[in-house]
């Protein structure tokens, strides 16, 4: 064996060796056990959540037609690390896009992530995403992300159903429900039953790969959740009755609603003008929600909850009411009428008809100046020690219809009308600076009062029953449950004597079905073989030719419909809303209209055209 | 004196027993990296994991031939083997097939090869040959001219063919010549120059010259223990700074610092010759050399990494120097890397379990990375088994080599020991975020024929060395 002085230094090599052993064996240590940083980032590479969107539930109408439903719509995504170079012509034609929204969205996405997907183009018809997947292969990076989106059998009741749209960043903060990019019920059944039509979301947890393509259900979907679909719902509008109405407010503004008394269940929810509900569905709802917006008719407005017009004569019903309750009236109360009511300086006109008038015919030939004389006994009855007590009794009754505030129906947007308080008037005259002859205008409806169609058809719904109404609601039935809200099923009393709406309902009958010469006022709501018992209404408004009005409900004995119809600047309520009333009652009573004269009457009339002529020779 | 041995009964049976642990458990993991649900036998040889068993069992043949040729044939052909190896290194060089930007690769139909791989092998068996020889002195300028022939020519070859990360194993070699008398002082040298290399990259230069004049003053008073002379140096190059500083301000002369310190340094040295020739202070101009090489070299560190090297390579330095922060570029590998092992916690997740490696979030994860699939599926007990079989291997082979009484077969076994080191180091420091990542394999666990082959052959000749080692006195 040589001489080997170097010999010591194998020692200082196995010193080396175990040196990086050690040096390894404690770096592995420290991110292998103590440090807990990458199990975490191991998750986040390969899990994936994906929200599986429930369909949203169906709409039908009370008969069972269909009337919202599902559509398959497409979202085309893009991932921006695995674009390569791709066909851009091709690529624009096929989802008939401009090359300026290809570079301004790319751009986009990017600033948003390189590695996370975003949305390249919204709602893609399914037509088009047919064309696409055969090309698809020849654009990576993109990709499509199924969807659905609403659609409706028919362009009429948007109001009615609502629209969904996409949710609002605010409501994304507010719950916890909703991720930015869901779609939520923006208006109408849409919004006030979003928390049933929406079902419950789920989520599918895959594993991915480092290029994002799923490799399979992450342990064996332990941690998967069921979408729930969304639950059906049974409108209680009648659609044949709502398309009618819809047909026949046709070049009118204004409003229908249709009550079934016995229920509250409204038959329908008429406002015009309206506008088609597949409008705003899809990519171009939001263009053409702005075009909505900008009409100056405003089609977006829901003018048969939010609208609030003064009653008119319509009214009248309300004070005989409240004066035989009150004690203040009876049924053989005559009044003579010459021309209107004089009191002092102050003179309130009336029509002509026959005189003297009992409290029934007051009704039939809507007479002012019985009705000046009936409210000025209510405001200055004896029992009440001053007219404030009196007014605020009055106005209880009137809160008693639901009247002045919210019926809380369950649509949203509605609003609470008008009724003025005692505070109201102490304002404008001074304490006890006012007295009936003040307020007198309200006899008849006039003045200071706001009230919704939807408010008014609820009155008549409460004379139909003789006494009591149920909240008005649009829906009749959800879907797997056995009743709906109980504030539907319970009754509200209205605090006048049944034996009184007897006798109004009596001179609502001779209104509409009086002889010929007798005065009756609505004698153009007459149908043959049903009994219609209406009111009419002519409310003055500053906005120029006065609004046509009139309630009505039928038949006599065993009322199936109530409603109420607001034409604004239609003139009389004879004129317009008392033959649309009448068509409306034919139309769900008997199925068909005996005389077509009057259809073609009604939908004959432009009164928009005219309205815009009138305003042009002023 | 020639006696019959009988090679199975005397071959060292713990280190084949290591081996077959080794082997075995690579193709477990190789199996696991690749693993996926329609290609699940076996013997699939459109898999990885079966192409990976053919070679293993090549392997074996290989192993077994190796053993019955005469242990004479390998110091014999030495030097021949090493020409050929060489001669295949220049052919692949220039005709050879181009995977990953290395042109390092023949290829015969289907079959590659790496003759790299191999040449690492008969650079071992060169060095031992040459070192076992009488008349060579680690003391000479000769020896290291030629130790620099045999261990930098295949190096630079291969550097040629664009793989650094196989020609930097030449670099283990050291530890061989370490072992065989390299003086202290080179070896110091060398680990003084990388040291300043990375130090110049990470620090401002400032601070490496004042820290290299620093250092200078240090070695000065360590080789003379006269105090009086550092003393007085430090006063000179002080006096010298305030001097041109002084000047400086003084005629408002617009002198980057950098310039301003080196005339300083030059002035200060100058007039420190002049005195310590005055007054015979030795060793004086040796360390003034060695501290103008020294801020030499800090200067033109930045034209060697902006020149030398790739971009893919400073990259991967800076990141591992902490200069720079990419996780999704240049240190997406080793992040990924690291998620991989550290995930896999104490027990780790379970054989095929690992989503890291086997949904391709860390790239090469059969072949330069299984060392992730090993730390994912079984955690840190399964990270500490594989470095204590490595660490055995390591200790039983230079068991052995020390116990060799030819000094060819002992310098042999060294070489074998530096090169599995290295590998070993480098590939396990690199997945974990301790070395910059350089694509070398695991040995005997990395997918890939030619690595396991020529490990395998390494081995076995050493092993067939060893049987023979009471035979000849060589």
Same mark, same amino acid.
């Given at each position: ?618 | ?74 110091? !014999?052909? #030495?030097?021949? /083997? ?5 001669? =295949?290194?220049?052919? %692949?060089? @220039? &005709? $050879? ?72 194993? !030449?670099? #283990?070699?050291? /530890? ?5 008398? =390299?003086?202290?002082? %080179?070896? @110091? &040298? $060398? ?284």
């Amino acid at each position: 064996m040589a001489l080997d002085t170097y010999a010591v230094r194998r020692n200082i090599i196995a010193f080396i060796i175990l040196l990086i052993a050690v040096i390894f064996l404690v770096k592995l240590f420290m991110i292998q056990v103590v440090s807990s940083d990458y199990t975490p980032k191991a998750t986040s590479n390969v899990i994936r959540r994906i929200t599986q969107y429930p369909a949203r539930g169906l709409i039908y109408d009370r008969d069972g037609e269909l009337l919202v439903y599902n559509q398959a719509a497409y979202d085309i995504m893009v991932n921006p690390q695995h674009l390569e170079a791709f066909d851009t012509t091709e690529f624009c034609r096929i989802l008939n896009i401009e090359r300026s929204y290809l570079n301004k969205k790319l751009k986009e996405a990017k600033a948003y992530s390189r590695y996370k997907p975003s949305i390249f183009l919204k709602l893609v018809s399914s037509e088009t995403y047919a064309r696409l997947q055969e090309k698809m292969y020849k654009f990576p990076g993109f990709f499509v992300q199924p969807r659905t989106v609403r659609k409706y059998q028919y362009a009429d009741a948007a109001h009615v159903l609502g629209y969904v749209g996409e949710v609002s960043d605010k409501l994304v903060d507010t719950t916890s429900y909703y991720k930015s990019g869901d779609y939520v019920g923006i208006s109408g059944m849409e919004k006030s039953y979003e928390s049933v039509l929406r079902g419950k979301k789920g989520v599918k947890v895959y594993l991915v790969d480092v290029h994002n393509r799923i490799k399979g259900s992450y342990s064996n979907g332990r941690y998967d959740k069921k979408a729930e679909v969304g639950t059906n719902l049974i409108s209680s509008l009648d659609m044949d009755l709502q398309r009618y109405g819809e047909k026949l407010m046709k070049n009118k503004i204004g409003s229908i609603v249709a009550i079934e008394p016995s229920s509250g269940e409204i038959l329908s929810l008429v406002s015009s003008p309206g506008y088609d509900p597949g409008l705003l569905v899809g990519r171009q709802r939001t263009k053409n929600y702005r075009k909505l917006q900008k009409d100056t008719l405003e089609p977006l407005f829901n003018r048969g909850l939010m609208a609030r017009y003064p009653p008119g004569s319509t009214f009248k019903v309300m004070n005989a009411l409240i004066g035989r309750q009150e004690g203040v009236l009876y049924p053989g109360t005559t009044y003579e009428c010459h021309g209107g009511f004089y009191a002092g300086n102050f003179h309130m006109g009336c029509h002509n008809h026959p005189s003297p008038v009992d409290m029934i015919e007051s009704i039939q030939v809507s007479c002012n100046n019985y009705y000046a004389h009936v409210f000025k006994r209510i405001m200055q009855d004896s029992d009440y020690e001053s007219i404030s007590k009196a007014f605020t009794n009055w106005k209880d009754h009137l809160q008693n219809f639901g009247l002045g505030d919210k019926l809380n129906i369950d649509l949203p947007s509605e609003v609470g009308g008008f009724l003025p308080s005692v505070d109201y008037y102490n304002r404008y005259y001074g304490e006890n600076r006012w007295r009936y002859l003040n307020v007198v205008s309200l006899a008849i409806g006039q003045g200071e009062l706001g009230i919704t169609p939807v408010q008014m058809a609820n009155l008549t719904s409460a004379i139909a029953n003789r006494g009591h109404y149920y909240t008005p609601h649009i829906v009749k039935r959800i879907e797997g449950e056995k009743q709906i809200d109980e504030r539907f099923r319970t009754p509200h009393h209205t605090g006048v004597d049944s034996a009184y709406f007897e006798e109004v309902i009596e001179g609502m009958d001779l209104a509409v079905n009086g002889q010929a010469g007798s005065g009756s006022t609505a004698r153009t709501a007459r149908v043959d073989s049903i009994t219609v018992c209406g009111k009419t209404g002519t409310a003055e408004n500053p906005h120029g030719k006065d609004h046509s009005i009139f309630i009505a409900f039928a038949p006599k004995d065993d009322p199936q419909i109530a409603l109420a119809v607001y034409i604004e600047n239609g003139g009389y309520g004879a004129t317009w809303a008392a033959p649309t009333a009448k068509l409306m009652i034919e139309k769900y009573l008997k199925g068909s209209i005996d005389v077509q004269w009057w259809e073609d009457y009604v939908t004959g009339a432009n009164l928009i055209k005219q309205k815009e002529e009138d305003e042009e020779e002023d | 004196m020639k006696r019959r041995i009988n090679v199975w009964s005397n071959i060292d049976w713990l280190t084949v027993v290591l081996y077959l642990f080794l082997v075995f458990l690579g193709w477990i993991n190789i199996y696991s990296a690749v693993y996926n649900e329609e290609h699940q036998s076996i013997f699939d040889f459109s898999q990885r994991y079966g192409k990976q068993m053919i070679w293993i069992v090549a392997a074996f043949v290989i192993a077994i031939l190796i053993t019955i040729i005469d242990s004479n044939f390998y110091s !014999f052909f #030495a030097y021949f /083997l090493h020409f050929v190896i060489l001669f =295949l290194l220049v052919v %692949v060089t @220039l &005709f $050879g097939t181009e995977i990953h930007g290395s042109r390092a690769w023949l290829e015969f139909g289907n079959v590659r090869f790496q003759p790299a791989e191999f040449a690492k092998i008969t650079t071992a068996l060169a060095l031992a040959r040459y070192l076992s020889s009488h008349n060579v002195s680690m003391n000479r300028l000769k020896t290291y001219l030629w130790l620099g022939a045999i261990i930098l020519v295949p190096m630079a070859i291969i550097l040629l063919q664009n793989d650094a990360g196989s020609a930097l194993v !030449f670099v #283990a070699f050291v /530890l061989v010549l370490y072992r065989q008398g =390299l003086p202290l002082g %080179v070896l @110091l &040298f $060398g680990v003084y120059v990388v040291a300043l290399f990375i130090l110049a990259l990470i620090l401002e230069k400032l601070f490496v010259i004042f820290g290299t004049v620093a250092l200078a003053l240090i070695v000065l008073w360590v080789l003379n223990k006269r105090f009086r002379y550092v003393w007085v140096a430090a006063v000179i190059m002080l006096a010298s700074g305030g001097l041109f500083y002084g000047a400086k301000q003084l005629f408002d002369l617009n002198i980057p610092i950098y310039f301003m310190i080196l005339g300083a340094l030059v002035f200060s040295s100058i007039f420190y010759i002049i005195l310590s020739y005055w007054y015979k202070v030795p060793r004086v101009m040796i360390l003034l050399l060695l501290l103008f090489g020294s801020i030499g070299l800090t200067y033109s560190v930045d034209h060697v990494f902006n020149n030398f090297l790739e971009t893919h390579q400073q990259k991967r330095i800076n990141q591992l120097l902490g200069l720079e922060s990419d996780p999704l570029g240049a240190g997406y590998n080793v992040n990924q890397s690291k998620i991989a092992i550290g995930s896999g916690r104490l027990t780790g997740k379970g054989f095929l379990n690992g989503t890291q490696t086997k949904f391709d979030f860390v790239p090469e994860q059969s072949t330069d990375f299984i060392f992730c699939t090993i730390g994912e599926e079984w955690g840190f007990v399964g990270s500490l088994v594989l470095i204590s079989l490595f660490i055995m291997l390591l200790l039983r082979l230079l068991f052995l080599a020390e116990r060799q009484r030819s000094i060819f077969s002992r310098i042999y076994g060294y070489g074998l020991i530096s090169v599995l080191l290295f590998h070993f180091a480098i590939n396990i420091g690199m997945t974990i975020g301790l070395v910059p990542v350089i694509g070398i394999p695991l040995p005997f666990i990395s997918y890939g024929g030619s690595s396991l082959w020529a490990f395998t052959i390494m081995l076995f000749i050493f092993l067939r060395l060893d049987v023979s080692r009471l035979k000849v006195l060589r």
